[in-house]
T-cell receptor, first 111, second 118 residues
């Protein structure tokens, strides 16, 4: 699986957009980019995923660069409840459907 | 609420003992995955079952085993427990199986079982 690189921590002011970057320069053509988050010790929560095109859902937007070597997760209006560890994962179907989690980005939303 | 349930929530046991963790997937999901999260290792994939059959193994110790039953619930058995097995154990379910072509099936995680080995 392609390796991902994320900053270890970030801060964001409440109400502002949180932009979380992820580098996946070795991504292959059939690999999806997934984002999950984990609040405290709860089970990881699915946020969004994409292959080539930008994606948006009720939680966030995912912007994937044209060369697919990096992506950005955007939380449009961060709230205190968005404080969590955010994982960017690149997954291929070649080795099954499991996810390989890295160390993620610890996002702190500041009042 | 993801729809995935895990029991028990907490488990405290002694070294050398054996425990069973249980997972019920979301209604209709055929795939179940087990993950271990310890302080020093992060989230590690253990094993994947699809419709009762083992599909993939990750960093699962030989002392650990799992199975998925006809009603699709799954159990993770941990034996000869050591202090280092203390961790959060998560299961996740997914509706499909990634085949030879890209899959877009997300996984939904349960709340986890916190195992403490003393």
């Amino acid at each position: 699986d392609a390796k991902t690189t994320q900053p270890p921590s970030m801060d964001c002011a409440e109400g502002r957009a949180a932009n979380l970057p992820c580098n996946h320069s070795t991504i292959s053509g059939n690999e999806y980019v997934y984002w999950y988050r984990q609040i405290h010790s709860q089970g990881p929560q699915y946020i969004i995923h994409g292959l080539k095109n930008n994606e948006t859902n009720e939680m966030a937007s995912l912007i994937i660069t044209e060369d697919r070597k990096s992506s950005t997760l955007i939380l449009p209006h961060a709230t205190l409840r968005d404080t969590a560890v955010y994982y960017c994962i690149v997954r291929t179907s070649n080795t099954g459907n499991q996810f390989y989690f890295g160390t993620g980005t610890s996002l702190t939303v500041i009042p | 609420d993801s729809g995935v349930t895990q029991t028990p929530k907490h488990l405290i046991t002694a070294t050398g003992q054996r425990v069973t963790l249980r997972c019920s997937p979301r209604s209709g999901d055929l795939s179940v995955y087990w993950y271990q999260q310890s302080l020093d290792q992060g989230l590690q994939f253990l094993i994947h079952y699809y419709n009762g059959e083992e599909r993939a193994k990750g960093n699962i110790l030989e002392r650990f085993s799992a199975q998925q039953f006809p009603d699709l619930h799954s159990e993770l058995n941990l034996s000869s427990l050591e202090l280092g097995d203390s961790a959060l154990y998560f299961c996740a379910s997914s509706p499909g199986l990634a085949g030879g072509h890209p899959s877009s099936y997300e996984q939904y995680f349960g709340p986890g079982t916190r195992l403490t080995v003393t």
